[in-house]
């Protein structure tokens, strides 16, 4: 942890955090500090813990965006269970539809305002960083704030896969009344993922491209994940006669239905024949892009880490 001070702030900061602000070039503490940590409602848990370090930063806000995509049947249990991680406060968003966005100001101004490191001047600026693992929705949530609050239109750069923001952009203004800027930065994941269905988890919240990983191998983790949460939406969306844990029956029956094929020359005894087959990448990918539009149910990736948390509770 590294040591930030000014007249106003004493700040215990883990060092990447340090490294995102002097890039900024930027004044940032003289006045209002508060650290807005961007989080998938999908991984109410996994998509916070790689920056965990930074709980020990306030004042601090957790967003947990896209909760039109997840399963919030749950979500006192969620809400407490975060209250025992440190996390006070939390709100629930959806930027698409821009739902729970104007709460998060309000909340912002309350946060800071019962700081004991708020300076009471009497103009007030606020300065909001932005973390996040990749494609959690930070630039999408920046321009919703600024839909919201100053009528205008995008000022980060968005788009459906991570990598978006490559470094810390200058301040943007997202309201007037309280004049509050915030800087986005680019998503981080931790060098090293616990292990591989921790690392499919996130993969298919779209934290890494899916090339790198494979779109078969994702597609299979997906079909194995929606059935064991007995989400069974996937039948009717492509007209299979039942659930099934064969993720190449599944993924031929999906090519054949959108007409996803190839022709592949195979070898044979009297020469080359070409054979028209089912293209298993382009019907992942369909299955995949098709789940995360939200078409095949709500879902909550992390399901099992709740679980095992309020076992252990009952357990004391």
């Not at 919201?148 to 952009?169: C, D, F, Y």
């Not at 659930?243 to 070898?267: M, Y």
Request: glycine share 8%.
């Amino acid at each position: 942890m590294s040591v930030v001070s000014s007249p106003y702030y004493t700040l215990e900061l883990p060092g990447r955090l340090l490294n995102t602000l002097t890039e900024s070039g930027m004044e940032f503490w003289p006045h209002g500090f508060l650290l807005l940590h961007i989080a998938s409602a999908l991984l109410d848990f996994l998509s916070w813990q790689w920056q965990k370090e930074t709980l020990g930063v306030r004042p601090h806000l957790l967003v947990l965006n896209k909760m039109d995509l997840a399963d919030l049947t749950e979500q006192q249990k969620i809400i407490q269970h975060l209250e025992g991680e440190g996390l006070k406060n939390t709100i629930f968003t959806n930027c698409v539809k821009d739902e729970n966005i104007k709460q998060i100001i309000p909340k912002i101004t309350e946060i800071v305002g019962s700081s004991y490191r708020y300076h009471r001047a009497e103009n007030v600026e606020y300065c909001i960083m932005v973390i996040g693992i990749p494609n959690v929705g930070k630039s999408s949530l920046i321009n919703s704030l600024r839909r919201q609050h100053l009528k205008i239109g995008k000022a980060a750069r968005v788009g459906g896969e991570p990598g978006i923001t490559r470094a810390v952009t200058s301040r943007i203004q997202v309201s007037e009344r309280p004049l509050m800027f915030l800087l986005d930065t680019p998503g981080v994941l931790a060098p090293r993922i616990g292990s591989v269905e921790t690392g499919l988890k996130l993969a298919l919240c779209g934290t890494v491209l899916d090339h790198l990983v494979g779109e078969e191998t994702m597609a299979d983790y997906l079909l194995y994940t929606l059935n064991q949460h007995q989400m069974f939406k996937y039948v009717q969306h492509y007209g299979l006669h039942d659930a099934s844990d064969d993720i190449e029956f599944v993924l031929k029956s999906i090519a054949v239905r959108l007409g996803k094929t190839q022709k592949v020359k195979v070898l044979t005894g009297t020469g080359d024949v070409n054979v028209v087959q089912p293209n298993y990448s382009a019907a992942a990918r369909d299955f995949l892009r098709t789940f995360r539009s939200g078409l095949l149910g709500p879902v909550m990736l992390d399901r099992d880490i709740l679980q095992g948390c309020l076992s252990a509770n009952m357990d004391l």
